[in-house]
């Protein structure tokens, strides 16, 4: 083919990108595209921050094209408008991009399909983002048996990582860089993350440690690639070469990995789950959504200490621990009775990694309505704080108007001059059993 149209959407890098390197294989030019969608944008309406990172990570992928002769052509719009100007003005043969498989992104996708369809240009999906796609096994509501079955594909499968293209031609057009569209955004610089963090932390992080200090609050314990692995700015193959050279392939680790990929599963299988609870029996239930209680978490002031250090760490970092994210999720959706949706609401307002799939589908799960077997979980903050952070040193790190008081006072919430909590763990516990077993 003469001209293709590459569009990056959650595969930010030039490494391991299996839709790049095909469309770099089958055409003599390449037009490297990314677009701001402005209705994606406005609906994620997260802290400036964020949209900061997103950024520094286009400039990245940016410097990256010019290495190679290329560029980044960037626009500030809805995708199809952007196609439609794009496929009158270039000419292109095709476009190729790497296949959504989230509720928001597949709709994308659709429509450029369809207007590619009407103006007679091709268009080509490939599978970049997950080990197993959905299409290849067969549908598992439950975690254990789906492990399995993945297992099972990922070890008859090819993982091997391809490196970047040697040779990206991109034709000189007058089309908007990144630097033109940023214009009309507002983001802030993230001081916290930048994408050159990635490739770091893959080499660095010991997968070793992970078994021991995966739900250790007060020890960086966890690999922090959930970041990466949502823009794109490492392949999962990537991560996945790296934790086989220390670990089996039924480790915890691949587990987790793999628990990234159930949820996309399941998304493709029941795509209602987006709104709609999974288990028929959970829907419906009366949820009480008190507006204090609403503010209360937001704003760090449950009078649950692990609770407020875990949303301040949200809040200032935008990124929270996993262990952080099962209490806070259980209190909200079990101690409160707060609807999950408002939980999911409050996590795609300020997570970095956030994913609408697995965000929606650890939501649900958190709160027993969702792909899981066990009828109730429900978890006691108090004695999650006590087994996963038994120094106080995670609390004390994001709530330090706690430093004076000592550990044990914080676990028994003696503490004269912080925020009442907002009720009493074991009266709710009764108040849940009535609501989800009426
Ligand atoms: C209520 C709730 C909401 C969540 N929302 C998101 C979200 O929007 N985006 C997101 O990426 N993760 C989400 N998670 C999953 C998990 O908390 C994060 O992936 C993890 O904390 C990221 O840190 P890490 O990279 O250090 O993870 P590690 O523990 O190092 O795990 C490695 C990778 O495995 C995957 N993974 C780990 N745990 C899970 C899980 N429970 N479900 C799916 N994938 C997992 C991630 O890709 C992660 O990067 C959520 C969990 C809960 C309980």
Known sequence: MNRIIFWFKRDLRLEDNRGLRQAAAEAVEIVPVFILDKGLLAKLDGPGSRTGFLISALDRLDRKLREKSSRLFCFYDAPENVFDRLISELRPEAIFTNRSYSWTGEKTQQRVEKLCRRRGVGFKDFNDSLLVPPEKIAARKVYGPFFRLWLSALNSGDFSVEPAPERLATPSLRLPSLSDSVRQLRP??????????????????????????????????????????????????QVLQQVLKKLPADSQFVKELAWREFWYHIRYHFPWTEKLEFQEKRRGLEWFNREEDIRAVEEARTGYPVIDAAIRQLRQEGWMHNRARLIVASFLTKDLLIDWRIGEGLFRKYLLDYDEVVN???????????????????????????????????????????????????????????????????????????????
């Open 360 to 438: 929606v589908g650890n939501w649900q799960w958190s709160a027993s309505v969702g792909a899981d077997p066990r009828p109730l979980r429900v978890f006691n903050p108090q004695l999650q704080a006590e087994k996963y952070d038994p120094q106080c040193r995670y609390i004390k790190r994001y709530l330090p108007e706690l430093k004076k008081f000592a550990c044990r006072q914080i676990q028994a919430l003696d503490l004269p001059g912080y925020h009442q909590p907002l009720l009493d763990h074991r009266s709710a516990t009764i108040r849940l059993r009535q609501v989800y077993f009426k």
């Open 188 to 237: 802030e610089v993230n001081r916290r993350w930048s994408p050159d963090y990635a490739l770091k932390r893959l080499k660095e992080y010991d997968f070793r440690r992970y078994d021991r200090d995966r739900n250790r609050l007060d020890v960086d314990g966890t690999s922090r690639l959930s970041v990466a692995l949502r823009f794109g700015l490492v392949s999962v193959r």
